[in-house]
């Protein structure tokens, strides 16, 4: 074998040998880099995962305040149990007969939440709003009275609609007109304890 054969197999096995190791160095790194890829994104998934769980508790938490503060689920014991309710607000918003309650005409249909239960057959709304309407005669301050205990009372309750007109200028008395809304919650047990309302006399319709 001459000397230029042995430097051209000499110089070809270098270059074999050089891009074996390139090539393998190349394979380790495409490799690592994968790796750290698939980490990363194991890692964010997690972070996701937590972040839904997170917020499913939360709002598991606050479902759980909202039935502690939701009428009864039974309508007819609601609609008891939420008139006596402002009944009692109105009375003790009296004061030296400054708010004089004049009729509870027919209230709006009660209304039907949108979103319903996914396991509940029927298609059962998630809550129900049980409206009342409320008319009353009052001093401007006992109305500021009324509103402020109702807004302190630990109901999902709301004030819907207001009118207020002064039909008498001679005193200082407003005719006012309010619609009130309060929700039941489906498989609440609020207010159960306040069930007597229905044999009494204010808890009829």
């Known amino acids: 074998m001459t000397s230029q054969k042995q430097t051209t197999i000499l110089v070809l096995s270098g270059v074999l040998l050089l891009g074996l190791v390139v090539g393998g160095g190349c394979w380790v790194w495409y490799q690592y880099s994968e790796g750290d890829r698939l980490i990363a994104d194991m890692k964010l998934k997690v972070a996701a995962s937590k972040s839904k769980v997170d917020k499913v508790q939360k709002e598991r938490i606050l479902l759980e305040r909202w ?48 979103a319903v239960h996914p396991n509940k057959p029927g298609k059962v709304p998630l809550y129900t709003g049980v409206n009342y309407l409320v008319r009353l005669k009052t001093r401007m301050s006992n ?27 001679k005193t200082d008395m407003l005719t006012v007109q309010l619609t009130f809304e309060a929700l039941t919650i489906l498989d609440a047990e609020g207010g159960k304890k306040d069930s007597y309302l229905l044999d009494t006399p204010h808890g009829r319709d």
């Open 67 to 114: 039935k502690t503060m939701s009428l009864p689920a039974d309508p007819n014991e609601a609609r008891a149990v939420y008139k006596q309710e402002l009944l009692d607000l109105i009375r003790a918003s009296s004061v030296n007969g400054g708010m004089i309650l004049e009729d509870f005409p027919a209230a709006p249909p009660d209304t039907k939440a949108v």
């Open 143 to 169: 109305l500021v009275n009324l509103v402020e205990e109702f807004q302190r009372k630990p109901r999902m309750h709301r004030i819907k609609q207001f009118t207020v007109e002064r039909t008498d200028k």
